[in-house]
């Protein structure tokens, strides 16, 4: 069968010499997502900001989960188009979280993205390693976006 790696610039690979995802056949297989982008609620669209709280300390912490949860969402769609697809026929979702008391946080996001769910699982886990992750490594220097493509050579 033949693997298409899927080549999306302005979304940030955990690790560089890896494809975002690789299209083979009918399927597509999304690597892990790193958050890359809005630190907190401001920095959200308004459908992100809803879930304020009004509460200044809750604000600060779970706003960066929600800012968080919303880039890798946003970088998933993009991807998603790029390999001529569309969130509603996502079949797997896995995800990891170094602190399990902000997977609420993270759930309301994930059914504004997608209302439908499919099947998920989620683990706590203590370090998460590769490129583009603020708590583990430095961003990396901002790139100017362009489209995302599917590249046929592998």
């Keep these: 069968m033949k693997k298409t790696p899927i080549v999306c610039e302005d ?3 955990a690790f560089p ?4 995802a690789v299209k083979a056949g009918e399927l597509l297989f999304v690597s892990g997502l790193r958050p890359n982008g809005p630190a907190g609620f401001a920095d ?3 459908a992100g900001r809803e879930q304020m709280q009004g509460y200044p300390l809750a604000d600060l912490t779970e706003g960066r989960v ?5 880039a890798v969402h946003d970088s998933l769609e ?8 569309h969130r509603d026929q996502v079949l797997r979702q896995h995800i990891w ?3 399990k008391r902000y997977f609420p ?3 309301q996001v994930r059914v504004q993205w997608q209302p439908t769910p499919a099947p998920s699982s989620g683990l706590g886990v203590t370090d998460v390693i590769g490129r583009g992750s603020h708590w583990s490594t430095p961003s990396p220097p901002a790139r100017k976006p362009a489209a995302c ?3 046929d050579r592998f």
Excluded: C, F, H, M
Excluded at 66 to 70: E, I, P, R
């Design 11 to 13: 979304v940030t690979p």
């Design 17 to 20: 010499s890896y494809p975002v």
């Design 44 to 46: 959200l669209p308004e």
């Design 66 to 70: 929600v800012a968080d949860s919303w």
């Design 78 to 85: 993009k991807i998603l188009v790029a390999a001529g697809t």
């Design 97 to 99: 979280q170094r602190d």
């Design 105 to 107: 946080s993270y759930e």
């Design 149 to 151: 493509s599917v590249n």
